[in-house]
């Protein structure tokens, strides 16, 4: 079976070329970092935690808009521009993912336009 984009009205416009999210095989979804960005202002909010909230916010709109949800996420990359993060991180992560969490790799990087969190992933149709 063919890949295909998989795209979200409700989410900010991509920083660069690339799809939101792209199913392939029919069986994964994998899906390009998504930013704190809140799609209403096309602007990050202040601070990591509220950052990192809409974070987790908007990859839970792109899952949704390839017809899965949170829990068919089996892994994720979060990239984070500070390192101080992680147990806020923690905390958010637990909310999104209350249980059987995906596997994950959270990389320290600098990230574009001050952005303090991207979180990508790849989930599976059940």
């Known amino acids: 079976m ?13 920083l660069g ?3 939101q999210a792209v199913g392939a095989s029919g069986e994964f979804v994998f899906v390009a970092g998504q930013s704190g960005i809140d799609p209403a202002t096309g602007e990050a ?5 509220a950052q ?7 990859l839970a709109r792109v899952i949704g808009a390839a017809g899965l949800n949170m829990a068919d996420v089996v892994k994720t990359t979060i990239y984070l521009a500070d390192s101080d993060q992680f147990p806020a ?6 909310e999104f993912f209350p249980s059987a969490p995906p596997t994950r790799a959270v990389p320290v990087v600098a ?5 303090l969190i ?4 790849i989930a599976v149709r059940p």
């Open 2 to 14: 063919p890949s295909r984009v998989i795209e979200s009205e409700r989410m900010p416009a991509p």
């Open 17 to 19: 070329p690339y799809s």
């Open 45 to 49: 909010p202040a601070g990591f935690e």
């Open 52 to 58: 990192a909230r809409t974070a987790f916010e908007n």
């Open 89 to 94: 991180l923690n905390t958010l992560f637990a």
């Open 111 to 115: 990230l574009p336009k001050g952005l």
């Open 118 to 121: 991207s979180i990508e992933a």
